[in-house]
């Protein structure tokens, strides 16, 4: 953890996925997703593209790890199961998504629909996972 704090992203004791976000969560967050749409808007120079992408992931990256500071044990252990989960999911989501790139001719490889495709399976795989032991527990 670099920027973000804990205090920031406290999770609420009811439901999953449902954090108290103060103002200043609620800006670094911001600030963050500003950063992933300036280089959506200006994908013509790899070089702004580059840093607003890095910039996006470094910050994203940061309020993870500050929120999961801000977790109990169970909920430690829960948010460590759902990731760990998801990190299988996309990693059999690239394998197949590469196979199929390689086997027709007719698909381009593109690798922002793979990284897309990827991050999206990942996510649903991870609040699935959530779901499922929140309701167990």
Sequence with gaps: ?????????????????GYKITWQGAVYLTVAIIGLLFGILFTENLIINLIATVLFLF???????????????????H??????????????????????????SGIKANLSILFIITALIGGIINVMTLYKLERRS
């Design 79 to 104: 948010s460590a199961i759902a990731m760990r989960n998801a990190a299988w999911g996309m990693i059999i989501t690239m394998i197949i998504m590469s196979i199929i790139f390689s086997s027709f």
């Design 1 to 17: 953890m670099i920027i973000a704090k804990p205090e920031w992203f406290k999770r609420k004791n009811r439901g999953f996925l």
């Design 59 to 77: 910050l994203f990256m940061d309020a993870l790890s500050a929120s999961l500071k801000s977790l109990d044990e169970r909920e430690q252990i």
